[in-house]
């Protein structure tokens, strides 16, 4: 079994930047690949980015230029940095580790950027 663990949501203007945190816990402390998707209200849940633990990363076009996911030394963590953020990124950010079976997933944390 695997806990994903996100932190660094918060409330923040256009323009502004935040820094999302996320660990895993559990059986497995090694994954191949971890990402960041996202749900604002009345809309489905989408990719943000992916990153593998080899440095290959994927980004929504939305986001690029803009959102930086990295992995952590221990391989078990993976950050976004969201730098010009504007409204339109307000949703739920959750982590994720995609397997066989629909993958894990953290709660969620909220991400708002006011206009």
């Known amino acids: 079994q695997v806990q994903l663990v996100e932190s660094g949501g918060g409330l923040v203007q256009a323009g502004g930047s935040l820094r999302l945190s996320c660990a895993a816990s559990?059986?497995?402390?090694?994954?191949?690949?971890m990402g960041w998707y996202r749900q604002a209200p009345g809309k489905q849940r989408e990719l943000v980015a992916t990153?593998?633990?080899?440095?290959?990363?994927n980004y929504a076009d939305s986001v690029k230029g803009r959102f930086t996911i990295s992995r952590g030394v221990a391989k078990n963590t993976v950050y976004l940095q969201m730098n010009s953020l504007k409204p339109e990124d307000t949703a739920v950010y959750y982590c994720?580790?995609?397997?066989?079976?629909?993958?894990?997933w953290g709660q969620g944390t909220q991400v708002t950027v006011s206009s």
């Open positions: 559990g059986t497995i402390l090694s994954f191949a690949v």
């Open positions: 994720n580790i995609p397997t066989m079976v629909g993958g894990y």
């Open positions: 990153a593998t633990s080899g440095g290959s990363t």
